[in-house]
């Protein structure tokens, strides 16, 4: 089955991630998957701009690293970008005759086709020279001119219709170009279906995902304050929440949104919000008080490049530290990662029903690959979470006392919700006695600290820990965590193909950890890769701070290999990265 990787460039202004959003759908309407990743420069609004599109008969989930057509709009701000499209030998590229000059390594090169897309947008009274290369890209893929026109009205609705009238004019005089000057690159397999069959499939991003997950899950109240690269999710939610009878509120700032989420859980309302690190870091003192208040929080992280402003319109898993160890205090909540797009609906619906049910914060880790990258997917499942507060049968029996944090088995007490007799409590942030006076006395405190974390511990044992992929006979193996998933089970089948067995598990559960699973994945290991994308390697040095309290003399040896963004992991990279060190057995 042949998949093909095209890369749009451009500066901003040139359209070209409408053009690959554009794209994306009308080739999900002929027939194909893929999925479509945003790149921008680190001024976030303006600049340069690209798109990178991968599209084939089944569905795609990571990037094969190879661009095998480049389409250019515009060369002024292509080097900005040049290791994140890199270019072969065997790439045809494809420029506009108002591109500009060529980089200095694609100037010597014959092999390069320059097309009119801008005066063919002109002729017909248009600047989107972006639409005329829909039609002429599309017209390749044999999507038909009902679905390029589909495409354009979706993306242009919001526009008049003299707008939208042009614009897929345009995309038809591109398509005709196709005819009359051919790519000469065949294009991606499309999937085999019955004549006349509608392709069943979604066209989300994870950012929407991940807000459509919390709200089946039973979130009802958002506190939102924009930040890239999460403010997609928020945006999405605004437009939602209401018809399912919920509310979203923009804050001033990230203190009063995670301030205002805590009060809505207090209130017995399903509740979270959305950010990225710096954000993150602002809401650190307010989680704490979640924590200390066993009050339901979600925290939807989307992560970014950092420390400080860092790059945030780029990928990275540099804020595992932050979001395992960031409080002060003894804090014990939970740490989820997203591991694709479709797992974002995943684990925002088990977040939303850990935290009520738990009485307890909820960090949601996906970054900016998953949540502003588009795939075309088959639909989810049914959300199989909802939010379930364990809450106190009031009014006590006459003569007892309510004890809001009653130190039960499980850990969770009864929690009242305002206005019910017989269920007042003191809520802060002091220490407390069970009956939520607070106190200084050393027995509450290491009662209360007990039951936090006790009420968490089971969950190692739930079976959404995460996703184990193993082979026949393997005896390497690749842990790993969010958006490196994908890429690790193509690496995996890659490998296959080459006569090397590797099992890939990836962990959606980070804290607490599921030690006792894990060791069970490295039984009959050799050697196991614990991959990550971040610089000083957070989740490693984490794992091997907990395998060092048990017995290692049974342990595999891990290899620790960590580098930072925003150049992603590719298939490849692990493949040779596995061959070399591993190979021989």
Not at 186 to 196: C, E, H, I, N, T
Not at 224 to 237: H, V
């Amino acid at each position: 089955m042949r998949n093909l990787t095209i890369a749009l460039t451009g500066s901003g202004g040139t359209g070209v991630v409408a053009l690959g959003e554009m794209l994306l759908r009308a080739a999900g309407n002929t027939g194909y998957y893929g999925i479509l990743r945003k790149t921008f420069g680190p001024q976030i609004r303006g600049g340069e701009s690209a798109a990178i599109l991968r599209l084939g008969p089944q569905p795609l989930a990571s990037f094969g690293g190879e661009i095998d057509l480049l389409l250019a709009l515009d060369w002024s701000n292509f080097q900005r970008f040049a290791d994140e499209i890199p270019i072969s030998t065997s790439t045809l590229i494809i420029e506009d005759t108002a591109a500009g000059e060529r980089p200095t390594q694609l100037s010597a090169r014959d092999s390069i086709k320059t097309l009119d897309f801008s005066g063919l947008a002109q002729s017909l009274g248009s600047a989107h020279s972006n639409i005329a290369l829909l039609g002429y890209v599309a017209a390749w893929l044999n999507c038909s001119e009902e679905q390029v026109k589909a495409a354009v009205f979706q993306r242009l609705h919001k526009h008049s219709e003299e707008t939208v009238a042009l614009a897929q004019s345009v995309a038809a005089a591109g398509a005709q170009w196709q005819r009359n000057h051919p790519i000469g690159l065949s294009p991606p397999d499309a999937v085999k279906q019955a004549p006349g069959a509608t392709p069943e499939h979604w066209l989300a991003t994870g950012n929407q995902l991940a807000g459509l997950g919390a709200l089946e899950a039973g979130i009802r109240f958002v506190a939102a304050y924009p930040i890239t690269p999460a403010s997609d999710a928020l945006e999405w939610m605004a437009g939602k929440i209401e018809s399912v009878g919920g509310h979203l509120v923009q804050a001033e700032d990230e203190l009063a949104a995670v301030n205002m989420t805590i009060g809505a859980g207090y209130g017995g309302v399903p509740a979270m919000t959305a950010t990225s690190g710096p954000g993150l870091a602002l809401m650190s003192e307010a989680m704490g008080l979640a924590i200390a208040s066993e009050t339901p929080l979600v925290i939807l992280n989307v992560m970014r490049g950092g420390p400080s402003t860092g790059i945030p319109t780029k990928s990275e898993q540099s804020d595992f530290n932050l979001a395992v160890y960031g409080m002060h205090g003894d804090a014990p909540h939970v740490v989820l990662a997203a591991s694709s797009i479709a797992d974002c609906h995943f684990t925002m619906g088990w977040a939303v029903e850990i935290a009520s049910e738990r009485q307890t914060l909820v960090i949601v880790l996906s970054d900016q690959l998953l949540g502003q990258s588009m795939q075309i997917l088959p639909p989810t499942a049914t959300m199989p979470f909802k939010a379930s507060l364990t809450q106190a049968a009031l009014p006590p029996a006459e003569g007892e006392d309510y004890f809001r944090y009653l130190d039960t088995e499980s850990g969770v007490s009864p929690m009242a919700v305002p206005g019910q007799a017989g269920g007042e409590y003191t809520a802060d942030g002091l220490e407390h006695s069970q009956h939520a006076v607070p106190s200084a006395r050393a027995q509450d405190h290491e009662m209360q600290l007990d039951k936090r974390r006790r009420k968490l511990q089971s969950l190692v044992e739930s079976s959404h820990w995460g996703e184990v992929s193993r082979r026949d006979n393997a005896e390497l193996m690749i842990l790993c965590w969010g958006s490196l998933f994908p890429i690790a089970l193509e690496a995996q089948q890659r490998l296959q193909e080459r006569g090397l067995a590797v099992n890939v598990v990836n962990l959606r559960l980070l804290s607490p950890l599921p030690v006792v699973a894990l060791r069970n994945c490295m039984v009959g290991m050799t050697k196991v890769w614990v991959m990550e994308q971040n610089h000083q390697g957070q989740f490693d040095q984490y794992l091997r701070s907990h395998l060092s309290q048990s017995d290692c003399a049974d342990l595999p040896e891990l290899i620790r290999y960590c580098r930072s963004g925003p150049r992603l992991f590719t298939p490849m990279e692990i493949v040779e990265l596995v061959e070399k060190a591993g190979g021989a057995q």
